[in-house]
């Protein structure tokens, strides 16, 4: 392959550039689609300027490959990966060799697709929405794949974690990857097999701060922080077997027992070590299980740790609509102590999930979990942007979200007394000048002086 030659090209770079101007609403990450069957996707990738593909929209792009007689996919999985890694990275702007392979299968297969905008949580499940025979291939791990062509095929090679936070590491690793996708696009070509590549990430990547010019800007930019954390990580889903009836979210998940910090997020969302067997769904009741095993600091003496979420579905009158609840929650140590709190300020119609930006023990969140036992008098919660749905999931997609924040905030308030003090002063004085009356007798100074005679 020369290599090189396609490195020189910035093609690919500049119709990224191009595509990706407007402000995204939730974070997307690119797809990259590339075949070695024939004409599959008759599209202007113009037409998709701006826009986020969601979980049904992607799969129509994927119809394609599905209707076809003969149905193989390489997808190319990556941890993270943004747009702009497209320009940081690229080869025109360095002595980077990312994207090279990509770059050269873009151009010279029979077929691509670019997607520059996708939504990570479409992305998440694409793997998991193939009823084909699976082969899972790691980066550093040989292909030697003993496939039957007349089957479908779905073969999934999980690309090294690149670390944002390094651009020289980062640089380096994605260089790997390319080579990783060139070798394993290669051999199948070499086996003579029809397939199409996918290459995408299970969430977006770091955007830089410095890289002004390239940076994408969301929501308000007076006096905000720069970003320098990842984007957030996919939502723990409870199947009941085959369809998603619980989500849960949360950026950190931390629990304080006497004093000492115990931090769940990782194990809950980002290595998904904790165990939701024991969670139940029903159309009126639902129960999230979560499990884990203490280890993270010896001197701790709880070894075991189970936390339940316990939601409702009821019918009230007075609304006439279903609306769920989050009525209690339970912090069960070593399977034999059980803290019960009560939950103030969790509701929302059952169509909606529920959303807040803090929720815990304290009474300054704004859902508070109060210890109802002596035993959960020695726990402390603290959960961040807290979103949980527990009835009526969909594509396994959170549904809008209540938020907690109620109409009149503190801010709101402020203003508002404000507003009427200034409004009340202002009608008191013009009450005073309308009320204003004049003297019914004045001097006359030709005539005598007009005497007051005292008191």
């Given at each position: 392959m020369t290599e090189d030659r396609w490195c020189l090209q910035p093609l690919l770079w500049c119709t990224f550039i191009n595509l990706f101007r407007v402000t995204p609403a939730v974070d997307p990450v690119p797809l990259l689609m590339w075949s070695t069957i024939g004409s599959l996707w008759n599209l202007n990738n113009g037409t998709q300027e701006g826009h986020i593909i969601k979980n049904e929209e992607l799969h129509a792009f994927l119809n394609p490959i599905f209707n076809h007689g003969s149905q193989n996919i390489v997808l190319f999985l990556q941890n993270e990966l943004s747009v702009e890694d497209f320009t940081r990275y690229s080869p025109h702007n360095g002595d980077s060799k990312a994207f090279c392979n990509i770059q050269y299968f873009l151009d010279t297969s029979n077929s691509s697709l670019v997607l520059p905008a996708v939504d990570w949580r479409a992305t998440n499940h694409l793997?998991?929405?193939?009823?084909?025979?699976?082969?899972?291939?790691?980066?550093?791990?040989?292909?030697?794949?003993?496939?039957?062509?007349?089957k479908p095929n779905l073969i999934v090679v999980n690309l090294a974690p690149v670390d944002s936070m390094n651009n020289l590491k980062t640089a380096q690793t994605l260089a790997n990857n390319d080579k990783v996708i060139g070798m394993t696009t290669n051999a199948l070509k070499g086996k003579g097999l029809w397939f199409t590549g996918i290459y995408t990430a299970l969430r977006p990547s770091v955007v830089i701060s410095h890289s002004t010019d390239r940076m994408i800007h969301t929501g308000r930019q007076l006096l905000a922080m720069d970003?320098?954390?990842?984007?957030?990580?996919?939502?723990?889903?409870?199947?009941?077997?085959?369809?998603?009836?619980?989500?849960?979210?949360?950026?950190?998940?931390?629990?304080?027992?006497?004093?000492?910090?115990?931090?769940?997020?990782?194990?809950?969302?980002?290595?998904?070590?904790?165990?939701?067997?024991?969670?139940?769904?029903?159309?009126?009741?639902?129960?999230?299980?979560?499990?884990?095993?203490?280890q993270?600091?010896?001197?701790?003496?709880?070894?075991?740790?189970?936390?339940?979420?316990?939601?409702?579905?009821?019918?009230?009158?007075?609304?006439?609509?279903?609306?769920?609840?989050?009525?209690?929650?339970?912090i069960v140590q070593d399977e034999v102590h059980v803290g019960l709190f009560n939950v103030s300020g969790v509701s929302t119609p059952q169509e909606y999930s529920f959303h807040c930006q803090v929720v815990g023990t304290s009474s300054l969140y704004g859902a508070i979990f109060i210890p109802a036992n002596?035993?959960?008098?020695?726990?402390?919660?603290?959960?961040?942007?807290?979103q949980i749905q527990g009835f009526n999931v969909e594509n396994n997609l959170f549904a809008h979200a209540s938020d907690c924040t109620s109409y009149f905030t503190h801010a709101i308030w402020m203003a508002l007394v404000t507003t009427l003090t200034l409004?009340?002063?202002?009608?008191?004085?013009?009450?005073?000048?309308?009320?204003?009356?004049?003297?019914?007798r004045?001097?006359?100074?030709?005539?005598?002086?007009?005497t007051v005679p005292p008191d």
């Open positions: 793997k998991d929405n193939f009823n084909w025979i699976k082969f899972q291939i790691y980066h550093d791990q040989e292909m030697e794949l003993e496939m039957d062509p007349s970003s320098t954390s990842s984007a957030p990580h996919p939502p723990l889903n409870v199947t009941n077997g085959t369809n998603t009836c619980i989500l849960f979210y949360a950026t950190s998940l931390q629990l304080k027992v006497n004093g000492t910090l115990i931090d769940l997020t990782n194990e809950t969302f980002i290595s998904t070590s904790v165990d939701t067997n024991s969670s139940a769904c029903s159309t009126t009741n639902a129960t999230l299980s979560l499990k884990y095993s203490v993270q600091n010896p001197s701790i003496s709880v070894k075991s740790l189970e936390i339940r979420f316990l939601m409702r579905n009821s019918f009230y009158t007075g609304s006439a609509r279903h609306w769920f609840t989050l009525d209690f929650v339970e002596k035993a959960a008098q020695a726990w402390t919660i603290t959960i961040f942007e807290f409004l009340y002063i202002l009608t008191y004085g013009i009450h005073m000048i309308m009320h204003l009356t004049t003297n019914d004045f001097d006359d100074p030709k005539g005598q002086a007009l």
